[in-house]
């Protein structure tokens, strides 16, 4: 059975208004991680990482993403620096040479503010199978759980993506429903969102 989706950015009374439900893109199972993998979190001088790394996503898996390339480069420096100073937007591989990103915002509302919501899980199509997704992931929900009075991490995924859905399950995440044609393309195509919380950790 289906269960309503929030709309992010497309109704301000939404708690999650200004959150865009975008979807994981690695293209195969992860293992666990070879060895470390070095996340860290951007911040005010990373505006440029930030843009890169969303064109980048845009550009090399465009339909996982509400957004696209051309409304992503149109965005001021003003909205990626927000971004940074209100969520926890998280980098892969380092500053220099970033191979992913994802980024957890709490709800802004009072009555959903026990809420996070995970977005933009961009792994760089070279580096998946390492278990940079899962570092990722880790960091986005321990970002989450520091905030006081978080209990509930939510994130929405495209139905057929199967190994995302797998690497999410196997973090905890489970499904609660379904968004039909939550996404439609230039050309037509629809797609569905599965829709997964977890407890914080």
Known sequence: ????????????????????????????????PAGPIEVVRLGAD???VFRALRL???????????????????????????????DGVFAAGGRAQPQGM??????????????????????????RGRGVGQALVQAALTHAAAEVDVELVLLTVVTGNAPAIAL??????????VEPRAMKTPDGTYYDDLLMARPVP
């Open 168 to 177: 999410y399950e196997r973090m905890g995440f489970e499904a609660y429903g």
């Open 102 to 127: 994802v980024g957890v915002r709490r709800y802004p509302t009072a009555k959903a503010r026990h809420k996070a919501w995970i977005y933009g899980l961009f792994v760089a199509p070279e580096a």
């Open 46 to 48: 990373d505006v440029a």
């Open 1 to 32: 059975m289906s269960a309503a989706a929030p709309t992010p950015g497309t109704d301000d009374a939404n708690p999650a208004a200004g959150i865009e439900p975008e979807t994981a893109t690695p293209s195969g199972p992860e293992p666990a």
């Open 56 to 86: 980048a996503a845009m550009t090399r898996s465009p339909d996982a993403f509400n957004s696209t390339y051309g409304e992503e480069l149109a965005k001021p420096d003003a909205w990626y620096a927000e971004r940074l100073a209100a």
